[in-house]
């Protein structure tokens, strides 16, 4: 797709090629990061749970959460593969901008976590 703003990049807009490189960064996190792949099948458990008692709202949340964390472990992903192709070698400002990404992961995570185990419970109950 052309960049308006820097004038560079390939003319016009594809949809294919847009869900091909959505897919190729799933993929890669899902393949390089057995955290991802974990969080996506507890995530999927939890919500085919809901699904099947027809606890919409749940699944909403469930899903929204998900969501959020899913991008939160990508991005941190993204930071620390740009952080390391920057500055191979060890850098403290580097480890403080990792620490950052990982935090925010890990809040994710626990919000997640807790989402999903709110839900397993109320699922368990009903």
């Keep these: 797709m052309r960049n308006k703003f820097l ?53 909403s949340i469930v899903l929204v959460a998900s969501g959020i964390m899913l991008v939160a472990e990508m991005v941190n992903t993204a930071i620390e593969a740009l952080c390391d192709f920057v500055e191979p070698g060890h850098d403290e400002k580097i480890g403080i901008i990792k620490d950052v990404a990982s935090a925010a992961v890990g809040i994710s995570v626990l919000v997640w976590s807790v989402t999903l185990l709110m839900e397993v419970v109320r699922l368990w109950q009903g």
């Design 7 to 59: 004038g560079t990049g390939q003319q016009g807009f594809s949809i294919t090629r847009k869900l091909r490189v959505v897919f190729s960064g799933l993929r890669y996190a899902v393949l390089n990061e057995s955290s991802v792949a974990i969080e996506i099948i507890l995530s999927a458990l939890v919500l085919a749970g809901c699904f099947y008692y027809r606890q919409w709202l749940d699944f």
